[in-house]
């Protein structure tokens, strides 16, 4: 089968399309023929070498953690799925033409392989963050950098929750941030003075890692109320780094009752080949991506 793999860390340049022998489902997990893979910042950190202890890596390595796919093998002591269904969920190396499946769930009518694949980690890290920042019904969450995946499913979410969001995008995401019930400003110079116009903040998420923490915790006057998914020094400032994931079949659970009754919706704005992974992570490093980048692994596939 054909893999994207790293036999070194580095830039994008590391990245090859090689043949490599396929997976096997083990215990308690489902191999899937994929069809597409969702692209995450921790893909590229992953690649980079940045020390990420929920996912130690040993060279050579694969690359991605999401997949939609069609079942093809079941592994020992697994029910309630078959082979031949179509699936969304989380595993290791899903860059490929087969990727095995530690977390899944039958994937909501109507959606696509390519959009099913940008759910799983977006929506578990969304889920995750609004847990530990501890904000509630008729409170105001900030979002810095909220037009990328997790912002997408993090305002949705939240305004599901009765949760008022105040989004931070670039000028051209500002009508997406509104059209998913934000209040929306820019980034950029000022941009502290504008969201204080905009109302009070209880609590704030960093989504892009863009040095803004300092910020956020005078905003919300408590390092307590600051989460970060993006900045690897937000503890300097005494704010938590979210970076080990919580229960994945719960929240693709989440997310296809969400999907179900028409709550949440996260467009998918580029899709890529298998052989396109390199660009890909330049793009996805680059930001400014309103909603989720995929690779289609297998299109035109039957199933």
């Known amino acids: ?31 899937v023929a994929v069809r597409a893979a969702g692209v995450n910042p921790v893909d590229w950190r992953l690649r980079e070498g940045q020390v990420l202890g929920a ?7 694969g690359v991605g953690l999401d997949a939609a796919g069609v079942v093809d093998e079941v592994g020992a002591g697994v029910e309630g799925v078959e082979v031949g269904d179509r699936v969304f969920g989380e595993g290791t190396d899903t860059y490929a033409e087969f990727a095995v499946l530690s977390a899944w769930a039958r994937m909501p009518e109507g959606l696509t392989f390519e959009e099913a694949a940008g759910y799983p980690s977006v929506v578990e890290t ?60 820019t980034y950029g110079e000022g941009w502290v003075a504008r969201v204080r116009r905009l109302g009070r903040v209880d609590a704030a998420l960093d989504l892009a890692g863009s040095g803004v923490i300092r910020e956020l915790v005078e905003l919300t006057g408590d390092p307590r109320k600051v989460v970060s998914i993006a900045d690897l020094g937000a503890p300097e400032f005494g704010v938590r780094f979210s970076g080990v994931a919580g229960s994945v079949p719960d929240a693709l659970a989440v997310a296809a009752d969400l999907i179900t009754r028409g ?13 396109g992974a390199a660009t890909a992570h330049v793009d996805s490093q680059a930001g400014h991506t309103r909603g989720r980048r995929v690779l289609v692994v297998r299109a035109g596939t039957p199933g």
């Open 126 to 185: 969304a889920l995750r963050i609004l847990r530990e920042v501890g904000v509630r019904s008729g409170q105001t969450l900030l979002a810095s950098g909220a037009a990328g995946g997790v912002g997408s499913a993090v305002l949705q979410i939240a305004r599901d929750r009765g949760i008022t969001v105040i989004g931070t995008a670039g000028a051209a995401n500002q009508e997406y941030l509104r059209s998913l019930g934000a209040l929306a400003t």
């Open 1 to 31: 089968m054909k893999k994207v793999s790293f036999a070194e860390f580095g830039g994008p340049d590391v990245l090859h399309l090689i043949d490599a022998e396929e997976p096997h489902a083990g215990p308690g997990r489902i191999r």
């Open 55 to 61: 996912h130690p890596i040993r060279l050579p390595a």
């Open 263 to 275: 709550r949440l919706y996260i467009p998918v704005e580029k899709a890529y080949p298998l052989a």
